[in-house]
């Protein structure tokens, strides 16, 4: 355990135990509560974890001393929601995703489970970005531009066949 302006302190941290939070997943962007005898309570935050090189077990964990208001760089995952009302996924469309976690600036005491983005009003060739979610209070994407998270394109069949729903639309008009 390293920061906070105090000496390192090597741990060592029972492998069951260590190795049940590994497994359950979110391990290197959740906050814990690190209870040392003869040292005060302190939150940490784990940010690198060795493994064997064969077993891919886990042999060392670095662990960084955190204060609730300490700014610090995340990946967040993104949940969708709205895929089953979406107007471009209902004609075919298919869902592909960018980027499945996002990096922000975030406030320790206020580390977010994930971001939530909503696809139900895109349609075929529309794209999802960054500011169509709702960060959370003093969290900021480290990357200063709006960037794609997502889209939605048109199935590899129509795409492979050089039809686009733009077109479709086209020769509606011209039959007409």
């Not at 390192?8 to 260590?18: A, G, S």
Request: with cysteine; aromatic share 4%; net charge negative.
């Amino acid at each position: 355990m390293y920061g906070g302006g105090v000496d390192p302190l090597p741990l060592n941290i029972p492998f069951n135990v260590l190795l049940k939070h590994l497994k359950a997943g979110r391990f290197l962007s959740t906050l814990f509560n690190l209870k040392v005898e003869g040292h005060d309570d302190v939150r940490v935050i784990c940010r690198g974890v060795q493994r064997h090189v064969v077993k891919d077990l886990p042999t060392h964990v670095d662990l960084m001393r955190l204060r609730r208001t300490s700014k610090i760089n995340l990946f967040i995952p993104v949940d969708f929601v709205g895929e089953e009302t979406s107007p471009g996924l209902k004609k075919g469309g298919v869902l592909t995703v960018v980027r499945p976690e996002v990096e922000l600036m975030v406030t320790a005491g206020d580390i977010p489970t994930s971001l939530t983005l909503d696809v139900s009003s895109l349609n075929i060739g529309d794209t999802a970005t960054i500011s169509m979610i709702a960060l959370p209070e003093g969290a900021k994407a480290t990357i200063d531009r709006d960037f794609v998270i997502a889209n939605i394109s048109a199935p590899s069949g129509l795409r492979s066949a050089g039809i686009d729903e733009d077109e479709d639309e086209d020769a509606a008009a011209v039959e007409e």
